[in-house]
């Protein structure tokens, strides 16, 4: 499936829900009422939209939220997902309480998974998501390495904040076989409120590692070490856009599809669910209109009127 500027659209991202157990302060508003979070779609609506979508091409998909653990639909939808064939099955998560999870989410299919800490400080990481138990969330690294699922930290960087984390995130390498994401802070919801931390100055930071390029990747390549196992890479939406290379659509737990993360247009796909046929040409028409790129360089901010636990992370 191509979108109108022939980018082939084969990853699949999917938010199973709007709550989280974090309330990470660049993400959550403060004083949010959780129990507002709208989860529209029912595990059989994600089965019908997910094949769709297989159906027109897609081999990657990345289950989110809010925090995708607290969905009684993940295990169902990642084995579903592994019965339709799709090789790439991973979840995006805190972390808290993964560990006891993962022996059975990989037995379903899971093949990797993404872990987001922000902090290898234990206090400042229960400041920055306020109720976060940071030794669960090193257990759940641990485990996830301990069982072969290919493991990456996204790590958002944020000025004043844990923008001195930097040398320790790296050294982390050194004794994991892990890749560490550090993302550009995107001016989204909560996100406009703080400022994030441009990518030469994490190089300036680590210097005396190699770059390698990254083929058939969206986004940067990587860089490492001498002598470490893991790596370190450089997701810079804004500074770096990969828009060029754009191979995704998300999928809200509202029943809308985001062409584009920051854009302000979601397309509603639940006034067609009740016909197969018609909900697929809808979505084939709807890719079309993908736009080309955002335009947060020139504006400053996203045009995205959600916050991202409603999008996806």
Same mark, same amino acid.
């Given at each position: 499936?191509? +979108?109108?500027? +022939? ?8 938010? &199973? ?21 709208? +989860?529209? =779609? ?10 769709? *979508?297989?159906? /027109?091409?897609? +081999? ?8 995708? &653990? =607290?969905s009684p639909h993940l295990e169902n939808l990642i084995e579903f997902s ?15 309480? /993964? ?24 206090? $400042? *990481? ?22 072969? /699922? ?5 790590c958002v960087l944020i000025k004043g904040i844990n923008d001195d984390e930097?040398?320790? *995130? /790296? ?9 560490? $994401?550090?993302?550009? =802070? ?16 994490? =190089? ?26 893991? $790596? ?26 985001? &062409?584009? &993360? ?45 916050y991202m636990y409603q999008i996806g992370g």
């Amino acid at each position: 499936m191509k +979108d109108g500027f +022939d980018r082939e659209i084969d990853y699949l991202r999917v938010s &199973l829900t709007e709550r989280c157990n974090f309330s990470c302060v660049y993400c959550m508003p403060n004083g949010q009422d959780k129990k507002q979070c709208r +989860d529209l =779609l029912t595990e059989s609506n994600y089965k019908q939209i997910i094949q769709i *979508f297989r159906e /027109l091409g897609i +081999d990657k998909i990345r289950f989110t939220g809010g925090e995708p &653990l =607290l969905s009684p639909h993940l295990e169902n939808l990642i084995e579903f997902s592994k019965n339709l064939g799709i090789q790439d099955i991973a979840i995006t998560s805190n972390g808290q309480g /993964l560990s006891k999870n993962l022996i059975r989410l990989k037995e379903k299919g899971l093949k990797r998974v993404n872990i987001s800490l922000d902090s290898l400080q234990e206090k $400042r *990481f229960k400041e920055i998501t306020k109720n976060g138990e940071f030794s669960e969330i090193m257990a759940s690294i641990v485990e996830a390495q301990k069982l072969g /699922l290919k493991t990456k930290i996204n790590c958002v960087l944020i000025k004043g904040i844990n923008d001195d984390e930097i040398v320790d *995130f /790296l050294n982390l390498t050194e004794k994991c076989d892990i890749d560490i $994401r550090f993302i550009e =802070l995107m001016p989204i919801g909560e996100g406009v409120k703080y400022e994030g931390v441009n990518p030469d100055v994490v =190089l300036r930071s680590i210097p005396d590692v190699e770059y390698f390029s990254q083929q058939g990747s969206n986004t940067e390549g990587y860089y490492q070490k001498k002598g470490s196992s893991g $790596r370190i890479s450089l997701i810079n939406p804004i500074s770096c856009s990969f828009c060029d290379h754009c191979s995704r659509v998300r999928l809200t737990s509202r029943g809308t599809i985001k &062409l584009c &993360l920051h854009a302000k247009e979601e397309i509603d796909l639940t006034k067609y669910m009740t016909d197969s046929k018609i909900l697929k040409e809808y979505i084939i028409n709807s890719v079309l209109k993908k736009p080309e790129k955002h335009n947060m360089k020139e504006s400053g901010t996203s045009s995205s009127e959600k916050y991202m636990y409603q999008i996806g992370g």
